[in-house]
């Protein structure tokens, strides 16, 4: 292990107090209304609008928009689909742990943060943040969540290897756990030098920092809650991303702190997985400025209600897209117990994913998309967007201005914005070009 410089140790002892949300007595509860069983809603062949209420009366105002039907909204994602999010923290502790000005050839500042949430044992994310070095004046910052750790982002031997549970098909993972060799493993998916030279920093965190991503183990932020209460954790019934959101915000809760920053350009990224998430996360948190779904797919960016023509083309169940059915038999960990109620009858839901996108209104919102990946659905995914678009128009804005799918490589950067690519399922360096352009183009504005 590398020993700590005397400034690193003092920067190690200094730690940041971020009072985030002043509740006293520790977290705040999050508590749902009741609503029907599963079986008990009516179906809804089509998206359901988001701009009506659940009692069946339309929104009429910006007002009744943003104090009854997004907190219906919310209550409703909560409770069908991923679970209630962890409460937030009384407060949360940023400690810096070591910062290298030298970074990327002295192109950028590396800091190391672990962020405390709460008592001993409770999960800590261990973030890691780059910052342009000659850019002046807080810059917006990516904040994303990794599947391979942050030492899998550069080979950079002073970021350290994560702690928890990794996936074997990470490079350089054996035994669920990183080895040296791992350093570096994708790299070339995260072309951080790049990034900078935008004027853009990267913040990122692991998700198994979280949770880590197992469907019979629960040993992150729910195990930590449940305080050894089996029946308040089960890994069926826990739901990851919203436990992955939950550490979105966390990190944002540092993020509006930092000075190098500027609070109010912060985006969301995610991959697959990670892009469902980086989508609840800022449907949730407004201080989430610009969120950026990469190929998410089902569960996240693609309708629940999926295409008969995909979701069981032959007749066969073998679906073309993903449907609920499948990704809640593959990771029932990643939504809850009531989920899985829908998955022989998804018209039932009394949302579809329009409505969490709709929740992101008006800031901007990219679905990023690859050819072949037609298991994340981009057709659907361009579907969900058009669906969204009545509710950023309603509160005065543009929505998504285009009228079909359009030509490989070609953006449509309008506030809800569409890409899709040609390959396969993946995040790539010129991915990250086409996020940069989207945000360009939003963040433009508010300089
Ligand atoms: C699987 C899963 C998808 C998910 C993807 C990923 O393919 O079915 O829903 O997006 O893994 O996270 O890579």
Not at 69 to 97: C, D, N, W
Not at 130 to 136: E, S, T
Not at 224 to 250: F, M, Q, T, V
Not at 375 to 383: E, K, L
Request: aromatic share 8%.
């Amino acid at each position: 292990m590398k020993t700590m410089s005397n400034s690193e140790i003092f920067l190690a002892a200094f730690a940041v107090c971020l009072l985030s949300s002043l509740v006293a007595g520790g977290a705040t509860a999050n508590k749902l209304p009741h609503f029907a069983d599963a079986a008990a809603l009516t179906p809804q062949p089509n998206f359901p609008d988001p701009l009506v209420m659940l009692d069946g009366h339309r929104v009429k105002s910006r007002a009744q928009w943003e104090r009854e039907r997004r907190p219906e909204l919310k209550a409703l994602f909560q409770h069908y689909m991923y679970g209630a999010l962890p409460p937030r923290p009384s407060h949360v502790t940023a400690k810096l742990i070591a910062e290298h000005r030298d970074f990327l050839g002295g192109k950028a500042t590396l800091r190391l943060l672990t962020l405390e949430t709460g008592s001993a044992g409770a999960p800590r994310i261990d973030l890691m943040l780059v910052v342009p070095n000659q850019h002046r004046g807080p810059v917006p910052v990516f904040l994303t969540m990794n599947f391979c750790g942050n030492h899998a982002l550069t080979a950079d031997t002073r970021v350290p290897l994560t702690r928890g549970w990794l996936y074997d098909s990470c490079k350089g993972c054996t035994n669920n756990a990183a080895t040296e060799a791992a350093r570096g493993g994708q790299a070339q998916d995260w072309p951080l030098a790049r990034i900078v030279e935008r004027g853009y920093a990267l913040a990122s965190f692991c998700s198994s920092d979280v949770d880590s991503d197992r469907k019979d183990v629960s040993d992150g932020i729910y195990a930590w809650l449940a305080n050894g209460d089996e029946a308040k954790n089960s890994p069926a019934n826990r739901g990851s991303i919203a436990a992955w959101a939950w550490g979105y915000h966390r990190c944002v809760d540092y993020l509006v702190t930092e000075l190098a920053l500027d609070s109010r350009r912060i985006a969301a990224v995610g991959h697959s997985r990670n892009g469902k998430t980086a989508l609840l996360a800022a449907a949730f948190d407004e201080r989430i400025a610009l969120a950026i779904p990469h190929q998410a797919g089902c569960g996240g960016t693609a309708p629940n209600r999926v295409a008969p023509a995909l979701a069981n083309p032959q007749g066969n169940g073998r679906p073309i897209a993903e449907t609920i059915a499948v990704i809640n038999k593959s990771f029932p960990h990643w939504f809850n117990a009531e989920f899985k109620k829908f998955n022989d009858a998804p018209e039932r839901l009394p949302f579809d994913q329009n409505c969490l996108a709709a929740l992101c209104a008006p800031r901007p919102v990219l679905f990023s998309n690859a050819l072949e990946d037609q298991w994340a659905n981009p057709n659907g995914q361009f579907a969900i967007l058009q669906a969204t678009s009545p509710v950023y128009r309603f509160l005065g804005v543009e929505g998504l201005d285009a009228k079909s799918v359009p030509p490989l490589r070609k953006l449509v950067d309008s506030r809800l914005g569409y890409y899709i690519r040609e390959g396969k399922h993946s995040m790539t360096a010129d991915d990250w070009e086409v996020f940069m352009n989207f945000a360009d183009r939003h963040f433009a504005k508010k300089k």
